[in-house]
């Protein structure tokens, strides 16, 4: 049985309620935790690639995060699944943010896909990896909970508001 169910949170992945880019974000993590993800990223078989003023190998995370203030921006770009892709943002040990594109995560297979990657990365790190809109930090619609060992629904869909 799915976590969600695309009718439950239909509101939650529409992009023009939420942002076509919704923020989700794991709190608390470090260097140790990043670096528990790139390992996750290139043994799980999911296309990928890293990007700091060009495509490359991916360093270790230590590396990432201890980069000069005004180095360029990094990115890691993972595809979970072929046409859905999350982009995560390295810039601090403290947390993990990343984006999901909602005009790729439609429908029940969208929902299932969504709900399997947060799951994924939620296990490996062991701590709750949330989503809110875009921008709307601090108020979590859904994520994987690691007590529930599952996604849940973090708010009433039906409550949400136009951004």
């Known amino acids: 049985m799915p976590d ?23 709190a608390g993590t470090s260097v140790e935790d990043w670096q528990a993800l790139f390992d996750l990223v290139q043994s799980s078989g999911w296309a990928w690639e890293y990007s700091e003023g060009g495509v490359g190998a991916l360093p270790p995370a230590v590396e990432v995060l201890t980069r000069p203030a005004d180095a360029e921006t990094v990115d890691l770009r993972v595809w979970p699944v072929p046409g859905v892709l999350a982009i995560f943002w390295p810039m601090v040990a403290e947390e993990i943010d990343f984006d999901v594109d909602l005009r790729e995560l439609q429908g029940q297979e969208g929902v299932d896909v969504l ?17 809110t809109a875009e921008g709307d930090y601090g108020n979590p619609v859904l994520g994987f909970d ?13 409550l949400i508001q136009l951004i």
């Open 146 to 158: 690691p007590t529930a060992d599952r996604v849940v629904l973090m708010a009433d869909p039906q």
């Open 4 to 26: 969600l169910l695309w009718d439950d949170v239909r509101n939650f992945l529409d992009p023009d309620l939420m942002g076509a880019l919704p923020d989700v974000s794991v």
């Open 115 to 131: 709900c399997r990657f947060l799951t994924v990365v939620g296990r490996r790190l062991g701590k709750p990896v949330v989503m």
